[in-house]
């Protein structure tokens, strides 16, 4: 059972899916083609994530509800643009005996902005701010893939209404801010798109998403920001009384974070041939404590770690790995595998010392501590861990773009797995013509940082509009 047997970059497929198994992350078995069970490991990290997540809605007003998993086909067609773009995806429960057919929740819009209509009847009751987390469910039909592309959907939505066109604008600063505190933990490398118009989220003036860079070149996509303007509040009748006293249509904006895109991300970008390399705040063993048995000093040994364990258990989800049918060779083996950040080594020397050997699992390094200084060191290596990881992703998000000024150079670009960036006249046949060719979508143009465009459309030569990138998705 050797997961180094497969390399993450050489063949990312069959690392990925030999990991998530063997770590106890996820069993892509379940015979419903797109359905996953999450086992101990996953299901632990994905809600991690999602208390991170929480905690920052929380902290900037948004309240917490559980609305229902199903919509009728009437209101679930009300907004002409969303249900054009979900339509041929959504999962429908037929009732039977001529009853409506019931709309499983592809997201929620169609099924909170009744009830918002509801609730809002003044500017005083504005700004409305609500999040669930929530399966969602799409009925994909390109081939599936265990976190990334998945028929049960385990995410955040947020869903926002205002009074102005200025007050949405500044619900979307707010919602990336988010969305960049909790990546940034879990040291994700991403870049933030400006989604081109033929790709935005179906009903919305403009989508903002996060890309995550993904070893096998093809980007994953993690979050997405969406700005409705009045299109929703228009069709679901979202008015209220204004501060003058006439009657407006309101401003909405909605957001949605993918979980386990996100565990796949932390997956993908930070493990190794080894194994997992987990962010201290997910990891669920945070320190494993292995003793290293010696001729007639077991009982010593023992009770050392037993009380190394007492200290840092305090602070740590820390396991005693006192197993005595495996060899400490074996258990190094396991926790590296399993990604715990870090892993402390007590044998006889360290007895005698009253210290322990503490190695990192981001970058292997083993160090010398004492006791009394143990309970800082750890402190200490895990911000390094946490900082560490973050800022290995990033380098590594920008090290794989590259400039192309030809559908060829595209071409070569995304056989490297890399990302190409380009300069684009804005016309969807342009981009259709670069997919087709070339392989890989207009992911939009970086909403982080301004890029202005100085030659022709690398596709048809007209002048273009946009600097974008273009990388193959999941
Ligand atoms: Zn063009």
Known sequence: MSVSATKKFENFSAWFDDLILKARI??????VKGFVVYMENGAFIMDQIKNLLEQELEKTGHKRMYFPLVTSEDLFRREAEHIKGFSKEVFVIDQGSGEQKL?????????????????????????????????????????????YRVREIPWNEAHTVHESPSDAEKQI??????????????GIGYM??????????????YSLAF?????????NQVATIHNLGKNFAKAYEIEFE???????IAYQTCYGFGFSRVLAAIIAQHGDDRGLVLPPIVAPVQVVIIPIPFKGQEKQIYEYASKIKEEVSKKWRTVLDDREDITPGEKFYHWELMGAPIRIE??????????????????????????????????????????????????????????????EDVKKILKERRIARIEWCGDIECAERLK???????????????????????VCGRDAKFVVYVARAY
Request: proline letters at 5%; a positive charge; one cysteine or more.
């Open 26 to 31: 996820a069993d892509n078995r379940f015979p």
């Open 103 to 147: 709309i499983i929740r592809p997201t929620s819009e169609t099924i909170m902005y009744p009830m918002f209509r509801l609730w809002i009847r003044s500017h005083a009751d504005l700004p409305l701010k609500v999040y669930q987390s929530v399966n969602v469910y799409r009925r994909e039909t390109k081939a599936t893939r265990a976190l």
């Open 173 to 186: 600063r707010e919602a990336l801010e988010i969305y960049q505190r909790v990546l940034r933990r879990l």
């Open 192 to 205: 933030i798109f400006k989604r081109p118009d033929f790709d935005k989220f179906a009903g919305a003036v």
């Open 211 to 219: 890309d995550a860079w993904n070893p096998d070149g093809k980007v």
């Open 242 to 248: 204004k501060r003058d006293g006439s009657r407006g």
């Open 346 to 407: 007590v044998g006889p020397r360290e007895v005698a010392e009253y210290s322990a050997t503490v190695a990192r699992r981001d970058t292997l390094e083993r160090i010398k501590v004492s006791f009394n200084e143990l309970g800082d060191k750890i402190e200490e290596l895990m911000k390094s861990i946490e900082a560490n990881l973050l800022e290995r992703s990033q380098r590594m998000m920008m090290s794989l773009i590259s400039d192309a000024g030809s559908i």
């Open 436 to 458: 087709e060719e070339a392989g890989g979508e207009v992911r939009g143009e970086r909403y982080d940082i301004a890029e202005t465009p100085s030659g022709p459309c690398i």
